[in-house]
């Protein structure tokens, strides 16, 4: 059964990337809402490129997910927050390569700054499943 519909109206032009518009889920039973996820890895580091702290994020969101029993067709929305300055191609290309052909809601969203001074980006996700 298909939870997730996307929406795209003809109405309006098509989305900008690898992303819909909206994304109606139906029926649904159980949501995940996830604080921003940060590049940190288990161990403590941070990449200190973009693309690194990109790979990071999507990681750690893969590991919020399992633990959730999700997988990354259940997210619906994605809301990533990048510093000023930094280079938007790794992490639209990270996002891609870890949804592959599923769409989701997606906003991206540059920064001046985030909480601590060594993080370039940090993603928050909407997930539901029935």
Not at 39 to 62: E, F, K, L, Y
């Amino acid at each position: 059964m298909t939870v997730h519909h996307r929406i795209s109206p003809g109405g309006i032009a098509p989305p900008a990337a690898n992303y819909a518009h909206a994304v109606l889920s139906e029926r649904s039973g159980r949501w995940l809402h996830t604080s921003g996820v940060v590049p940190t890895r288990p161990d403590g580091s941070v990449p200190d490129d973009i693309a690194g702290q990109a790979h990071a994020v999507w990681a750690n969101i893969a590991a919020i997910l399992s633990e959730a029993d999700m997988v990354a067709d259940d997210i619906v929305s994605v809301t990533t927050y990048v510093v000023v300055g930094a280079s938007l191609g790794p992490v639209m290309a990270a996002r891609d390569a870890f949804l592959g052909e599923h769409r989701a809601a997606s906003t991206l969203v540059t920064v001046p700054e985030l909480a601590r001074p060594e993080w370039s980006m940090e993603i928050a996700i909407v997930a539901a499943t029935p």
